[in-house]
């Protein structure tokens, strides 16, 4: 194979995009999400897209103290992977690779404590994974799921979503 100088192989690259996000639950080990101002219908974790000069883990704090108001004290300095996941191109959007940190347990104090970003989302809520079932997207079980094995086994899931059928909510 001939070199090529990187100024002229990187461009020919594919591009993507990273997330970081952060997976909490309450006392009683039911999930944390937020409701999506932009997608209705859709449930989040904290968490959002990397900065250019950002690592994941930096990127999942700032999120958090952005969209819930503060950075509860479970999240310390030692980052905790959950999952890696990936997500193939769905127009407009390129690959997607996202990055999941346990944000542990939050007292009911910081749940209330929790002031939203009205411009990212309109709610929160922790319920069961049950009462999760009903509601979320099947892309969303998967991860809460996931998430759910990964705090329970210690070992972070490896998880490669399915592309969205047009109209699918995630």
Do not use: N
Request: net charge negative; aromatic share 8%.
């Amino acid at each position: 194979m001939t070199f090529v100088p990187p100024e002229q192989f990187v461009p020919t690259l594919p591009h993507g995009v990273s997330y970081a996000g952060v997976f909490f639950t309450d006392r009683h080990d039911r999930p944390l999400l937020l409701t999506s101002v932009h997608h209705q219908g859709e449930y989040q974790y904290p968490g959002g897209l990397l900065d250019a000069d950002e690592d994941p883990w930096a990127c999942a704090l700032r999120e958090t103290a952005e969209e819930i108001g503060f950075i509860p004290a479970s999240l310390d300095d030692a980052p905790r992977l959950l999952m890696l996941s990936f997500t193939p191109p769905e127009p407009p959007w390129p690959w997607k690779l996202g990055v999941t940190f346990d944000g542990g347990s939050l007292t009911d104090d910081e749940i209330e404590r929790i002031t939203l970003d009205p411009a990212e989302h309109s709610g929160h809520a922790v319920r069961t994974l049950e009462e999760w079932s009903r509601i979320v997207a099947p892309r969303r079980l998967r991860t809460l799921r996931a998430s759910l094995t990964a705090r329970r086994t210690g070992v972070a899931e490896y998880l490669v979503s399915e592309p969205r059928h047009p109209g699918e909510s995630g």
